[in-house]
């Protein structure tokens, strides 16, 4: 009786490391080249909004400052990128109302939205790929 | 890396000093430091986040703070340690090791599955470094916060703008990253891996150390390998989230209470127990509710036992634990999402059918999948329970079974009082739940499969293994530790289409631009285009190669595709969709990396009539190199 209590835990271990095996065979090393489009996601947003940050720094700026996504193009994920955006731009807190806010963060995708862009906001630096730093204009 | 691993390293050594402190005199520490160790990964980062938590209130600058109540801490705990002379104590000659056969060979198979779960959790860390989605926008966020934003975090963290990021949560885990950059001088994502791995490894030493102390060795293996054999354990650990060190906690918990069954009197475990509940309340919000649950299990067995004296000790244990949380949730943190609002308008839920309906449905498909298994190990781990019956439990470690059935119960009536979507809040967070509690369900499991260890000693210690036996384990062991390494990294990475070593040189494959990534059966590897796209061709070779490029290739429609390099067509054949073998690709390439642009001449199709669906054009099959002299 002995031999078939330890017996029946056989099966408990060998379901086990199947499990362990298979998760191994499917999750496949991180890719290999940094820098290529297999990056992560939060990783690319980090590079992308590194200068931006800079710029923030260097200004004096602190406090809440607005954000402006690609509001233009339904793009499902504006919600995700404003969060990437707040997550790199830390500790400086992303106001998507812009209504008292003099400075704002342009995440608008490409570059080519820029030329739309409200006539109120001038852009005080363009730091590529439509990620721009503006500031209101003055009335 | 180095300032990070002090920092970690100092925190543990902590943790595993407050521990030896509360530990049993009657109990040699150098018996239980199985127990001890992992126990002390957990009570060092609470204590040092708490520190630090306070000391970022006060200064810009916390650590000269944290760290001077971290040493005062460390003096007073190491002096009591001197006093009762555990410190002069601890060797490793007291330390016992199980030597049967049985035992040997199933640490054995647990060694080398501990090293597949070591390179599973550094892939999924490495694909990852921030973690994902919780990960970074709640607990990285918040460290960023303690981090960056010095002693104003408390006003900027809990502006409204950002109370998607919960600003509510509590803080162990994101105190205990900051406190690692602090030490460091700035940010890493390897501080939130580590920290998030060592609660993980914490988590399965324990359950290992735990079974061990109060079974047998062959059962701790299996325990272990359970947890190990949970995928989204392994995966989890450095996933940077706080439900792996809230399931350390509660496991924690429930191994101090079943370690105290000897005797309540013992105070030490009791303030102990105590600790451990109380710092789950402040790794994460659930804690809350697991305070509520050990506070009423504990008071209840002593009510019971007729026995007050320990109970003063874990409600000190508690106390002192909840200092932070509590100082956080009434000074600083706005009110919680789920219990803001009237909590008596949405008492009608509980006699809505339809929600208890859809709570119960949402179990039973999350019960199956939230360890993403591939076989659900449920059926194989009845079959021991059902041979032996009953399961022979010791008087406390039925206090185990009331803490996960009201853990689960209480789970459930959040469900069914919260006031957003519940399909939604039930998709979003029931699998996360029950990994929580999954560790200690496996330790419940194996102490109820084999009670106190009668039959298995009455098989097996007959045969224990010679010394030159052991030896021939070890041997053993580390051959099949090299065979698991070599096939592990021979596997592809994710970007990574075809690897070929020759005469010294490397050549390698993988995804530019333009590609939805490598997918996979277990036939066949490929990758989708979106339109024009890349291959890099990296050479690690001193002279031009010459690389031959095999593949095969499908389309959606009938197209032509192009390949060029340095501007020059260097390949082009007309694809199908069936899959089929086209003409290789041959060039000679320089050592380091080139582009190989790939183009089409008719736009991309969707994959399916949805409206979600990718557009693709053409498909590169098993891609293969070859080389040969240029």
Known sequence: MAAVRIAVLLPVMGVAIFNLVHRAETLSPAPVDPTSAAMDHVMKQEKRFGDLRRSLERRGLSGAIGYMGNSTAEDPHSTEDYYLAQFALVPWVLDRHLESCEWVVANLGSSAAISNLPP???????????????KRSAP | MIAVIVAVASAWALGILCVSALWPRHRLVSKDWNII??????????????????ASLLFDRPLFLSTALDLLCLAGVSWHLRGRGLLSSVSLKGMR???????????????????????????????????????????????????????HWPILAHQAQVAWTHSDYPLLVPASVARA????????????????????????????????????????AVGGLILLGTPAF?????????????????????????????????????LLAGICAGQAAWTKNEGVLFVVIATFIWLLWSAKEGSTRPNIFFIIGLLLALVPEVYFKVILAPANDIASGSIFQRLGNLTDWSRHRLILKSCARDLLRFGEWKTTPFLVMALPLLVQGKPRLALREWEIVGIVTLMLAGYYTVYLLTPWDLAWHLDTSLVRLLLQLWPCAVLLWSLAVMPDGVYFNRFSSAVIL???????????????????????????????????????????????????????NHRDRWAWSEGKSSLLVHLDAKKPTRLTLKFAMRSLGDRQVTATLQNQV??????????????????IFSPGTTEIIFATNTPAMPEAPAKDARPLTFSIYNLQVESSSP
């Open chain 2, 181 to 220: 950059w602090s030490f460091a001088g700035g940010e890493s994502t390897f501080a939130a891996g580590l920290i998030s791995t060592l609660f993980g490894v914490a988590t399965v030493w324990l359950l290992i150390g735990a079974v061990q102390r109060l079974r047998n060795g062959f059962m701790a």
């Open chain 2, 234 to 270: 392994v995966t989890f650990s450095s996933n940077e989230h706080a439900d792996i060190p809230l399931g350390f906690f509660i496991l924690s918990t429930a191994v101090v209470i079943a370690l105290s069954k000897s005797s309540r009197d013992e105070r030490g475990l009791s």
């Open chain 2, 570 to 587: 260097v390949w082009r054949a007309s694809v199908h969709e069936k899959l089929a073998w086209v003409d290789t690709l041959s060039s």
């Open chain 2, 97 to 151: 090791w199980e030597c049967s056969w049985l035992t040997v060979l199933a640490g054995s198979i647990l060694v080398q599955a501990s090293v597949v779960a070591i390179a599973l959790t550094a892939r999924a860390y490495a694909a990852e470094p921030y973690g994902s989605w919780d990960a970074w926008a709640i607990w990285n966020m918040h460290a960023r916060f303690l981090f960056r934003a010095k002693a």
């Open chain 1, 120 to 134: 109120s906001w001038q852009v005080a630096e363009d730091f590529g790929d439509g990620l721009l730093l503006l």
């Open chain 2, 37 to 54: 160790f992992p126990l002390g990964i957990g009570v060092g980062f609470g204590v040092t986040s708490g520190f630090f938590f306070f």
């Open chain 2, 466 to 520: 010679s010394r030159k036996m052991l030896i021939v384990f070890a041997i053993l062991n580390l051959g099949a530790f090299g065979g698991i390494l070599a096939l592990l990294s021979s596997q592809l990475a994710a970007n990574e289409l075809a690897v070929k070593h020759v005469w010294g040189a490397t050549a390698r494959v993988t995804l530019g631009e333009g590609w939805y990534g490598t997918e996979r």
